[in-house]
């Protein structure tokens, strides 16, 4: 099993930036494929980017495509998700997942979720 933990969540104005970390412990990182969630009140937990292994794929919803990078370091056993030019839709509680398969999109295909992180963007 693995242990998640986000942090780096906050409030910040339209057009700044975050950057979210979540930091995994229990079994080799690398073996595990990581994603980034988010979820507002009454709605669904949408994926926002994932990643693979190896780092070298990814994904992003259209929605932050250009504005927010994805990244692990596997010697740190941490992922990361850079948010630039944030816009007040971006607020949301924001989860790490990981799944110990390869690359995915789908929420269902993640097993290990964090408790989430609070990110708010004001106008």
């Known amino acids: 099993q693995v242990q998640l933990v986000e942090s780096g969540g906050g409030l910040v104005q339209a057009g700044g930036s975050l950057r979210l970390s979540c930091a995994a412990s229990?079994?080799?990182?690398?073996?595990?494929?990581m994603a980034w969630f988010r979820q507002t009140p009454g709605k669904e937990r949408d994926i926002v980017a994932s990643?693979?292994?190896?780092?070298?794929?990814?994904y992003y919803t259209d929605s932050v495509k250009g504005r927010f990078t994805i990244s692990r370091d596997n010697a740190k056993n941490t992922m990361y998700l850079q948010m630039n030019s944030l816009k007040p839709e971006d607020t949301a509680v924001y989860y790490c997942?990981?799944?110990?398969?390869?690359?995915?999109?789908?929420?269902?295909?993640?097993?290990?979720w964090g408790q989430g992180t609070q990110v708010t963007v004001s106008t």
């Open positions: 997942a990981a799944r110990d398969s390869d690359f995915a999109v789908a929420r269902t295909s993640y097993n290990y």
């Open positions: 229990g079994r080799t990182f690398s073996t595990y494929a």
């Open positions: 990643l693979n292994r190896g780092g070298g794929v990814t």
